[in-house]
């Protein structure tokens, strides 16, 4: 995997969408720049699932940009999705690689440095580093790393690094210039009046601080 | 498959099972009588329902009780379990069938006879007709279908049938008579004071109405 494709990671949130559809909020953030999406869906039912990542693998895989599933290895699979990303009590990572094979992506998130080490003996494909900063987007999550810690991280880390939890416009520039080789983006870009003008806005901080 | 086993078919429901263990619950059926298992979690992560089903596995295949895994064919995979039951709102029965194959059992849940005459054109292992008669355990559910209405759709099966909806001590003896090949218990074990003496119960009626 080119860790270049993590650069700038959309996860979608459907609460966080704001009532408008998620399948039009992907198509502006790749319009915008996006090199990467998540599909996150914690209410829907399976068939809802599979049926919206079907959707969302005819129109991103026409444009190079990768579709990961949140968690659902079977969602990836009846969809034919480029991979997974689970969390710390999700699927154990082996038996998701052993049902996903090695041509499938499979990011793990780590939410300390007990998981980071643990990450680096396995051959995931990235981790994400979750959560950097305090989120509204969940409220589950671990003490965050904070600026210090991810840079610590981003050290320590035998694979590519994706920061999650906080991450927006304002967030960003220092989060790129600890060396993160991308940013997970939830409510900066479903939640934003123009998903497209968000991401270009994403996209200009990312470059000036690479 | 052998219809047999879907004579006495145990789901689990963990809100029902009034804080007992889910694995305890399982032992006690299966010493009481029941032919199949299906572990049914919806609110519990992928961690943990992989790591229970596993459990449940190891509990139920040298008794050559089939585990069957409600909706998460990644979980079924997972776990090898012996197969998956889908409703109507999950993954579609193909793709199920391609991911698991056909040494896997798939159940479907038809909720009318539209759903059925559809079944019936599919290689399912089973149907399960659903509600036979309204329930407190699921509030989600479809019109009943009725002891008349489950007699039609029995004739009109394609599949070994299983009844499910308002399964208890009470109503199992007619259902059984029906032609039902099996009926799904959920709170008549998962509730019972004795799951293993309820088991029993249900299994002495079911003997009274073949």
């Known amino acids: 995997m080119n860790k270049d494709i993590l ?100 990011g793990l998130s780590v939410e300390n440095f007990e998981d980071l080490e643990r990450a680096n003996a396995m051959d995931v494909d990235y981790i994400g580093i979750s959560p950097v900063y305090g989120t509204p987007t969940k409220s589950d999550t671990a003490e965050p790393f904070g600026l210090e810690g991810l840079h610590k991280a981003v050290a320590m880390s035998a694979h590519p690094t994706v920061a999650i939890g906080g991450m927006n416009a304002q967030t960003i520039g220092e989060v790129i210039a600890a060396g993160a080789d991308g940013v997970a983006v939830v409510s900066a870009i479903c939640s934003a009046p123009s998903p497209r003008e968000a991401t270009k806005e994403l996209w200009n901080v990312i470059k000036n601080n690479e």
């Open 7 to 106: 650069k700038l990671y959309l996860v979608t949130d459907r609460p966080l969408s704001l009532g408008r559809d998620i399948e039009q909020i992907v198509r502006e953030a790749v319009e915008g720049g996006v090199t990467i999406v998540q599909l996150r869906e914690k209410e829907c039912s399976t068939g809802e699932f599979v049926a919206l990542a079907r959707r969302l693998k005819a129109l991103l895989a026409p444009l190079g940009v990768p579709l990961i599933i949140n968690d659902r290895v079977d969602v990836a699979l009846a969809a034919d999705a480029d991979g997974v990303h689970i969390g710390q009590s999700d699927m154990p990572y082996k038996d998701a690689r052993r049902l996903l094979g090695y041509d499938k992506i499979i």
